[in-house]
């Protein structure tokens, strides 16, 4: 089954960097959506930046310019690497997948997420 393990989460101090990784695995598939999603404390889960097959890529406004998703797709491996880090991104961090796929639209498989704690 398709299986996806974040990891690279912890803790680091404002304007500091942290490199997410989300390791997919138990499927075949040569068009599809990748994405991250952060939860904070309290709020609701959002959108933090997708790629697709073709390598097109989207961010939520409130990132742009810090972070940066990527991919290495002989490894099956999503990146999320995060700069310039803010307290408000405190949160969950998941990634997940949309397959067969040639747009990014709803994603039917997550991870369990990984915690970053940014300290101001």
């Known amino acids: 089954q398709v299986q996806l393990v974040e990891s690279g989460g912890g803790s680091v101090q404002a304007g500091g960097s942290l490199r997410l990784s989300c390791a997919a695995s138990g499927y075949t598939a040569s068009s599809y959506c990748m994405g991250w999603f952060r939860r904070a404390p309290g709020k609701e889960r959002e959108g933090v930046a997708t790629?697709?097959?073709?390598?097109?890529?989207r961010y939520a406004d409130s990132v742009k310019g810090r972070f940066t998703i990527s991919q290495d797709k002989s490894k099956k491996t999503l990146y999320l690497q995060m700069n310039s880090l803010k307290s408000e991104d405190t949160a969950i961090y998941y990634c997940?997948?949309?397959?067969?796929?040639?747009?990014?639209?709803?994603?039917?498989?997550w991870g369990q997420g990984t915690q970053v704690n940014v300290s101001s």
């Open positions: 790629i697709s097959s073709d390598g097109s890529t």
């Open positions: 997940a997948a949309r397959l067969r796929a040639s747009e990014c639209g709803a994603f039917s498989y």
